[in-house]
Nanobody, 126 residues
């Protein structure tokens, strides 16, 4: 059993910053990657960023590249998403996920993630 808990969401003005955290817990943690996805009202869930747990390789959606940074803490088994220069279109529920994508190429594929957090709301005002 793996449990993921996200924190750090909130309301921020455009251009501001937020940092999301996702802590994993369970009897064992065998997932090879953790990532962030988001879902805005009326839209399907989309990939944001992911990190390979063992080697630290990262992947970002084009829409957030250069603004968001994903990082990991191997001791606390926690993944972070530093979000800078936030835009109103970043408004969404952000979900943390854990899984085992077979390669870095498919880190962005939601189908490889089998554990999901409850989500945290990020609202960016204009």
């Amino acid at each position: 059993q793996v449990q993921l808990v996200e924190t750090g969401g909130g309301l921020v003005q455009a251009g501001g910053s937020l940092r999301l955290s996702c802590k994993a817990s369970g009897r064992t943690f065998s997932s090879s990657a953790m990532g962030w996805f988001r879902q805005a009202p009326g839209k399907e869930r989309e990939f944001v960023a992911a990190v390979d747990w063992s080697f630290g390789s990262t992947s970002y959606a084009d829409s957030v590249k250069g603004r968001f940074t994903i990082s990991r803490d191997n001791v606390q088994i926690t993944v972070y998403l530093q979000m800078n220069s936030l835009k109103p279109e970043d408004t969404a529920v952000y979900y943390c996920a854990a899984g085992s994508p077979p390669s870095r190429i498919v880190l962005s594929a939601a189908s490889w993630y089998h554990y999901w957090g409850q989500g945290t709301q990020v609202t960016v005002s204009s």
